[in-house]
């Protein structure tokens, strides 16, 4: 069964310092890949999606995130953070060809941003 | 536009309970989805729907039921409420079941005493 693996439940980064959060998939045929940020007490919110084209997804708020098939990842990164990058952040795959839809989520990683 | 909308926002039940919660989008999409968020544990599926008149079982179902008579509505019942069930309940819809994004609603803040 597909399963997603998110590393590090919390991470703290400083104002201005790179922002990467890890995610990696078990599958052996490379899945439709997703990036969710939850603000605290709203719903999710995509910030970007792996759909077998380009490996370097660009996303929104500056995010972007790259698949490595080789290494089954799909780590999130932001070069420089902000105070209001502070969220949760969810990694989800789909499988490619299912016909459900249906979304498997990471546990999340919780991103703090000191000042 | 709403979008994917929820109520209620919050809800306190005792044991033994019923109660069902509501969820509406108004963007035509034909897969809707409940799914549960607990700490540490990311979201789980509890039900889903690739359409009117059909649903399914998720990783989570038990203690839930779900019908869908229209595109636009998608109710999750909980038959006798358990505090096992607390939790926050999130409602998300997509046009299809391929790569189209999932939007998803505010949430519902179950308690269950």
């Known amino acids: 069964a597909q399963s997603v693996t998110q590393l590090g439940s919390h991470v703290s980064v400083s104002e201005g310092a790179l922002v990467l959060l890890r995610c990696n998939y078990s599958s052996s045929v490379p899945p439709y890949l997703f990036w969710y940020v939850q603000y605290p007490n709203q719903g999710l919110q995509l910030l970007l999606k792996?759909?077998?084209?380009?490996?370097l997804v660009k996303g929104i708020n500056g995010f972007e995130a790259e698949f490595k098939k080789s290494e089954t990842s799909f780590h999130l990164t932001k070069p420089s953070a902000h105070m209001s990058d502070a969220a949760e952040y969810f990694c989800a795959v789909k499988p490619v060809g299912g016909s459900q839809g249906n979304l498997i989520f990471g546990k999340g990683t919780k991103l703090s941003v000191k000042p | 536009n709403a979008g994917v909308t929820q109520t209620p926002k919050f809800q306190v039940l005792k044991t033994g309970q019923s109660m069902t919660l509501q969820c509406a989008q108004d963007m035509n999409h034909e897969y809707m989805s409940w799914y549960r968020q607990d700490p540490g544990m990311g979201l789980r599926l509890i039900h889903y729907s690739v359409g009117a008149g059909i649903t399914d079982q998720g990783e989570v179902p038990n203690g839930y039921n779900v019908s869908r008579s229209t595109t636009e509505d998608f109710p999750l019942r909980l038959l006798s409420a358990a505090p096992s069930q607390t939790s926050v309940y999130f409602c998300?819809?997509?046009?299809?079941?391929?790569?189209?994004?999932?939007?998803f609603g505010p949430g519902t803040r179950l308690t269950v005493l």
């Open positions: 792996y759909t077998s084209a380009a490996t």
């Open positions: 998300a819809s997509s046009y299809s079941t391929g790569t189209d994004t999932q939007y």
